[in-house]
């Protein structure tokens, strides 16, 4: 496998991380996973925007012009021959003497390489479960940042349930996912929590709003209770590599009798034709 380490292409055997990297100490950096079809990276200008709003939300300057990072991810597609699945890209604050302060000067550090790739057509086509849990984390979760104690904890937990998922639910109110956003479908109406402090604001999430809205389907980024996540005709997550899975269980009760929903179904559909159109006229 190749490997982009601060604007270089090297094998991943070459990589040697700094055991002061404060990425690896404290957890202080950013990331991206940005989905490749076809050779092609979705949404690269999305993300590579929001990896910057998130280093500089925390303090870190990257050392990369936002354009020249991106010629370099399309390099290391290139170098890996990668046609399908995730990209994965972080950037740390860099390496100094451990403390929890740090000085401005250090020279921040990035990586980016291709993720194994994970098969969900069944998932999307089936639906999965969820179990729902409350929402500890802290209160800037939008920022994409590489502390995920608390999100990777309730994850572990709802897989061990034999879960996809946990949804996370805030003062009564449904957030988000621990790796996704969360939206209900209530008498048409699709609702999702607004992008505010307490979400990362997803990138599929803000593509599917775009698709909302070109297919006339009614929305509203409104905060809805765990009751009504509960009691909601149909709910699906959302992420970059998982795209739009139906939830169908939560807690062990159904929804919609145990069966993906007929508009998380036509969502599905205009997403992935969102995905073919941008990727396609992106070649060349
Ligand atoms: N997770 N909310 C959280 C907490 C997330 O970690 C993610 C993505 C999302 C969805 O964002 P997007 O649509 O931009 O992928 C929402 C990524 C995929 C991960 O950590 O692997």
Known sequence: ???????????????????????????????????????????????????????????????FESDHLKND??????????????????????????????????????????????????????????ITEQDLRWLRCDIKSLNLLYNIMIKQKAYEQGCFEAILIRDGVVTEGTSSNVFIIKNGTIYTHPATNLILNGITRQKLLEVYHENGWTFKEHPFTTQELLEADEVFVTSTTSEVVPVISIDGKDVNDGRPGSLTRKIQQAFSLTVKNETSSAVG
């Open 1 to 63: 496998m190749k490997v982009l380490v601060d604007g270089e292409i090297v094998a991943r055997s070459a990589v040697k991380v700094d055991m002061e990297d404060r990425g690896y100490q404290f957890g202080d950096g950013v990331y991206e996973v940005i989905n490749v079809y076809d050779g092609v990276p979705f949404t690269l200008d999305e993300h590579i925007e929001r990896l910057y709003r998130s280093a500089q939300e925390i303090g870190i300057s990257i050392n």
């Open 73 to 130: 991810i399309r390099k290391l597609i290139q170098e890996n021959d990668m046609k399908k699945g995730g990209l994965y890209l972080q950037v740390t604050r860099g390496v100094a003497p451990r403390t929890h302060q740090y000085l401005k000067d250090i020279s921040s550090k990035l990586v980016a390489y291709p993720l194994p790739y994970k098969e969900m057509s069944e998932s999307r086509s089936t639906g999965v479960t969820a």
